[in-house]
């Protein structure tokens, strides 16, 4: 188990790649472009889904430890996706 601050600085910057790979994507156009800019439209609810999760995961005595490793789960998915076209 990983430091849970640098857990947590590991989850920053991770977040950070895939925010500049998507930017690269819409930067370039094109056919990859358009889907890459209709998953950022759909950002503002799966942020409000991953705060409800975050909210359940807390409430059944679940710990930060918990929260950061899902969400650098769900940011390596994400870095997988973008790198794999």
């Keep these: 188990m990983l430091n849970p601050i640098c857990a947590a600085f590991l989850l920053a910057v991770e977040a950070r ?14 056919a990859q472009a358009q889907p890459e800019m209709a998953a950022m439209v759909t950002m503002v609810s799966q942020k409000i889904l991953a705060a ?9 005595g679940g710990t930060h430890d918990q929260l950061v ?3 650098r789960e ?5 870095t997988r996706r973008l ?3």
Excluded: P
Aim: glycine share 6%.
């Design 17 to 30: 790649r895939v925010i500049e790979l998507q930017l690269v994507r819409i930067a370039w156009g094109g």
């Design 52 to 60: 409800m999760e975050a909210t359940t995961t807390l409430m059944t």
């Design 69 to 71: 490793a899902r969400d």
């Design 74 to 78: 769900l940011v390596a998915d994400n």
């Design 83 to 85: 790198l794999a076209a």
